[in-house]
């Protein structure tokens, strides 16, 4: 069984930054691919980022491209979401998530078997 748990949420302004982490358990930590997804007051949740196994390959959501980066540090077993130019709607729970089924990621919920508790993320005006 993995543990995530993320932590580095909070209130921050409008153009702030903040970075978020995601602390995992497992021992095979080096081969998952990870995502992060958020879900805002009244939507589904939905993909953010995610990266390989290795860090070698990310994909982001169009609403963060250019402005949050995935990373990872496999000596650690943490990922990391760093968030720029923040913007009211980014206002959500960030979920991290990890996926020993696939270790290139996805952007689908489904390919990935464990789930953090969240970490809430408000962005004001």
């Known amino acids: 069984q993995v543990q995530l748990v993320e932590s580095g949420g909070g209130l921050v302004q409008a153009g702030g930054s903040l970075r978020l982490s995601c602390a995992a358990s497992?021992?095979?930590?080096?081969?998952?691919?990870m995502g992060w997804f958020r879900q805002a007051p009244g939507k589904e949740r939905e993909f953010v980022a995610r990266?390989?196994?290795?860090?070698?390959?990310?994909d982001y959501a169009d609403s963060v491209k250019g402005r949050f980066t995935i990373s990872r540090d496999n000596a650690k077993n943490t990922v990391y979401l760093q968030m720029n130019s923040l913007k009211p709607e980014d206002t959500a729970v960030y979920y991290c998530?990890?996926?020993?089924?696939?270790?290139?990621?996805?952007?689908?919920?489904?390919?990935?078997?464990?789930w953090g508790q969240g970490t809430q993320v408000t962005v004001s005006s």
């Open positions: 998530a990890a996926s020993s089924l696939d270790s290139y990621g996805s952007r689908s919920q489904q390919a990935y078997n464990y």
């Open positions: 497992a021992r095979t930590f080096s081969t998952y691919a």
């Open positions: 990266i390989n196994w290795s860090g070698g390959n990310t």
